[in-house]
């Protein structure tokens, strides 16, 4: 192949094309119901998910928050932008007014509630004492501490008024479907967004417990609300009896869409899974010695070899660089591989933002490390750094999408040609 970054370009916008839920959603939507219908929705692709659930439907009445710059153009349901992945006061006021629209809902109405990963952020209501900028400070700390996204969200339950399956409890007893787009590992709804419309049987103490593993120093009120009765509603409760939760949308589908088109290239494709998880550096040198691996055995008229996988990796952050998971994978492979011929790699997030960065990831080649030294940067430092964006920014080898609409988990593929 003679040009492998754009074809591995190619097939992260495919990945992304497919979970587009314009593309997708339509097929998850039963007939309008005859009563009345509310539309509820967090996460980076809800005002997407709302734009298409009108598309079908018309227009309808609803609330539905998403991350700011993400905002589509709908004609009943109302569009609030927020902030990700730290939470603030706009997300704040638009939860409260969500829960109030669903208040005093019957038995013969309907919520259609549209739940997509970034959810964890927008959907704001701290429990107890909790201030918002309390909120805020224990979500930095989870994004610094390495914790993998499943302990991060049950943290989040318990420190909140709607996750856990408390935002399905304040409709009851109206009946409930979530359409969700999956963006973890194990397409566990109860992960998606931590869980808002369903039910949960994890504890407070599971909750102190992730606190101590991680090292993440919490105010008073923190501890008060761990200490005490959880508001999460366990899986059972009657008040989740008229709810239903549907994943229309998950990372294995997209991995397939991308090896597809690598089959039809000619391409041995092998998936190694959609649901990765740890350190983007330690997987990136697993990846990098694969690779290697499978290099050596290749003859010279055997077809390139294609490897795609997905999930969610995770930085533990130690330095004061801008990264992401994806560009730290991408950083650490390309020192891994250290120049060798014929492999290229690329590692992007499907929503577009790698970490807090508005970048997608990244794309590493056997020419990442001279063009770095051409460009006056250390490879190395940036790592130990945590600089990975700024390293890619230096070299012209980010992936920058802007709002893709859509998220469905890190998407990661490594072209393996034979040697020579």
């Known amino acids: 192949m003679s040009d492998p970054i754009p074809f591995l370009r190619r097939l992260f916008n495919r990945a992304v094309e497919v979970a587009d ?44 928050i998403t991350r700011y710059g993400y905002a589509r153009p709908c ?28 208040r005093g809902l019957g038995e013969g109405d309907m919520v259609l509630a549209l739940i997509s ?53 304040a409709a009851h007893p109206a009946r409930m479907l979530a359409l969700l787009i999956s963006d973890v590992p194990g397409d566990d709804p109860a992960m998606i967004g931590s869980g808002p419309t369903v039910g949960d049987a994890s504890t407070p103490a599971d909750a102190r417990a992730i606190l101590e593993r991680h090292g993440i120093e ?63 550096r330690e997987l990136a040198r697993d990846h990098a010695a694969l690779a290697l691996e499978i290099q050596g055995a290749l003859g010279p008229g055997d077809a ?13 952050r130690k330095g004061d660089g801008v990264g992401g998971p994806n560009a730290e994978y991408a950083l650490a492979m390309a020192i891994a591989l250290d120049g060798a011929e014929g492999i290229h790699a690329m590692a992007c997030d499907t929503d577009g933002v790698d970490g807090a960065a508005e970048v997608a990831g990244a ?14 940067v250390d490879a190395a430092e940036a790592l130990a750094r945590n600089d990975a964006h700024s390293f890619f920014a230096a070299i012209g080898d980010q992936v920058v999408t802007g709002p893709t609409l859509t998220n469905v988990n890190d998407f990661r593929a490594i072209l393996i040609a034979p040697k020579g």
């Open 117 to 169: 990963g970034g959810a964890s952020a927008l959907l704001v209501q701290p429990a107890g004492a909790i201030t918002l900028e309390e909120k805020q400070a224990v979500n930095s700390a989870l994004l610094s501490s390495g914790a993998p996204i499943g302990q991060m969200n049950v943290l989040r339950k318990h420190l909140s008024r709607v996750k856990g399956g408390q935002l399905a409890a």
């Open 304 to 316: 390139p070899v294609l490897l795609l996988s997905g999930g969610e990796l995770t930085v533990t």
């Open 21 to 64: 839920p314009m593309q997708s959603l339509a097929q998850a939507l039963p007939e309008r119901p005859e009563g009345r219908l509310v539309v509820i929705g967090a996460g980076k692709a809800s005002a997407r998910m709302a734009e298409a659930v009108e598309a079908a439907y018309g227009p309808c009445e609803g609330l539905v």
């Open 218 to 280: 919490v105010p008073q009120s923190v501890r008060d609300v761990l200490e005490g009765p959880s508001g999460v509603v366990p899986p059972g409760d009657p008040r989740l009896s008229g709810v239903e939760n549907v994943i229309y949308a998950a990372p294995s589908q997209s991995l397939e869409a991308a090896a597809e088109i690598g089959r039809a290239e000619g391409l041995t494709v092998r998936v190694l899974g959609d649901a990765l998880e740890g350190e983007a």
């Open 363 to 376: 794309a590493l080649g056997p020419d990442t490390l001279t063009k770095a030294r051409a460009a006056g």
């Open 75 to 102: 004609k009943g349901i109302e569009i609030v932008e927020a902030a990700h992945p730290v939470p603030d006061t706009a997300g704040l006021q638009a939860t409260a007014r969500m829960l109030e629209l669903m």
